[in-house]
């Protein structure tokens, strides 16, 4: 398996056609994935928001005082009201606001970004990244993921991880399949897009030396199931479950 980035990609505007600019620069085959930042997809379809256009309600000043009492620093309320705005529900609204997005991925401020926006003052995620996928799949003929970088917890450091994907399942199930010994899986399901999404950031970047666009040439799913099953349902999510009863003690 060969991961590349797409070369010389020029800065993302609204209304950009990624598709068109990666296939100008890269002959695609039937066996690529495109794994695709979400700061690029977010550009070319204008998610970007000026602050000085935002007022921040009730709660979000709310929000934003608790957190500066706790941190020491100034917090802006009219971005807690975007991260607000964005939102589905915050399971943790202090030391940090840690939000589900409305898409079902759980991140630190909805994913909100301040790096890298030339033009504005903050980057949202896209609105729906499966779609987005699949609109990328579509005219590139080859699966496409959305990715976006998060930690994880219990660990530091942040990774790749896939918010949309298009072309080809989520993720690869073993159970009913055996291991070396012949015992059977009942449990493994290989979260493959995250896997993916991980290994394009490996040569994608961060900062300002980025490459936001990575092929991803000769993965095979192999004869597996498939599902697309990522995001756990909150009836059996145990950590949001136990996030949700929690509160900070400061």
């Known amino acids: 398996m060969e991961v590349f980035a797409v070369p010389d990609l020029p ?15 890269v002959d695609l085959r039937a066996d690529d994935v495109v794994c695709v930042a ?10 970007t928001v000026n602050l000085e256009s935002v007022t921040a309600g009730e709660r979000a000043r709310a929000l934003a005082g608790r957190l500066a009492s706790i ?18 529900a915050l399971l ?19 994913g909100i970004d301040r790096s890298n926006v030339p033009e ?17 799949s579509t005219a590139l003929g080859v699966p496409a993921i959305v990715t976006d970088t ?9 990774r790749g991880v896939a918010i949309g994907w298009a072309g080809m399942p989520a993720s690869r199930d073993w159970r009913g399949e055996t291991d070396r010994e012949g015992r059977e899986l009942d449990v493994t399901v290989e979260a493959v ?21 990575v092929v991803i040439r000769g993965f ?17 999510d145990l950590v949001r479950q136990a996030l949700e009863r929690w509160e900070f003690p400061g």
């Open 220 to 236: 095979e799913f192999g004869d597996h199931g498939g599902n697309d099953l990522l995001f756990r349902a909150r009836e059996d």
């Open 11 to 25: 800065e993302i505007r609204a209304g950009d056609d990624v598709a068109a600019l990666v296939e100008e620069r």
């Open 193 to 213: 897009v995250d896997e993916l999404a991980a290994a394009a950031n490996l040569v994608s970047g961060e900062g300002d030396g980025g490459t936001p666009v």
């Open 92 to 110: 943790l609204d202090a030391p940090f606001l840690l939000a589900e997005t409305r898409f079902g991925h759980v991140t630190v401020n909805a």
């Open 150 to 158: 998060c930690g994880r917890p219990f660990r530091h450091g942040q």
């Open 71 to 88: 941190t020491g620093e100034s917090k802006d309320p009219r971005f807690a009201q975007v991260v607000l705005d964005e939102s589905n």
């Open 38 to 47: 979400s700061t690029v997809v977010s550009k070319a379809e204008g998610r």
């Open 120 to 136: 504005a003052d903050l980057l949202l995620l896209p609105e729906d990244p499966t779609a987005s996928a699949a609109a990328l």
